[in-house]
C-alpha cells in the first residue's frame, strides 16, 4: 500500500493550498484518512480526519479555515486550506487507516509528506 501526497508548496499568508493523498495498493477497506503535520522542531501533531463517508475531526486550531473531503472512488483524501498563517508552515503528512486484502489485518500507513511554506 502507497500513500502519495502532493498540492503543497509557497504561499503567503491569507493564501489558500490545497492537498491530496491517494492511496494505492492492495487493501480492501479505508477505515479512516486522516492530515498530520510537523513544524520544524516540533513534535508530529493530528489536523484532521475523515472517518466514513462524512465524519470529520479537527484540530481547534484549524476549525472554520481547512476542511477534510474524501473521493472513495479515487481513495483520495483532500485538505482544502484557507486563510493560512504561518503558523500552518511544516511537512504534512497523509495517514490511512486500513483493511488490507491479502492479510486481512488493519494496518495504518503513512505517506512521505509534502512541504507548506506560509511566508511572506
Known amino acids: 500500500v502507497q500513500l502519495v501526497e502532493s498540492g503543497g508548496g509557497l504561499v503567503q499568508p491569507g493564501g489558500s493550498l490545497r492537498l491530496s493523498c491517494a492511496a494505492s495498493g492492495s487493501f480492501a477497506k479505508i477505515y479512516t484518512m486522516a492530515w498530520y503535520r510537523q513544524a520544524p522542531g516540533k513534535q508530529r501533531e493530528f489536523v484532521a480526519r475523515m472517518s466514513g463517508r462524512t465524519s470529520t475531526t479537527y484540530v481547534d486550531s484549524v476549525k472554520g479555515r481547512f476542511t477534510i473531503s474524501r473521493d472513495n472512488a479515487k481513495n483520495t483524501v483532500y485538505l482544502q486550506m484557507n486563510s493560512l498563517n504561518p503558523e500552518d508552515t511544516g511537512v504534512y503528512y497523509c495517514?490511512?487507516?486500513?483493511?488490507?486484502?491479502?492479510?486481512?489485518?488493519?494496518?495504518?500507513?503513512w505517506g512521505q509528506g509534502t512541504q507548506v511554506t506560509v511566508s511572506s
Open positions: 495517514n490511512a487507516n486500513l483493511l488490507e486484502a491479502t492479510t486481512l489485518r488493519d494496518e495504518n500507513y
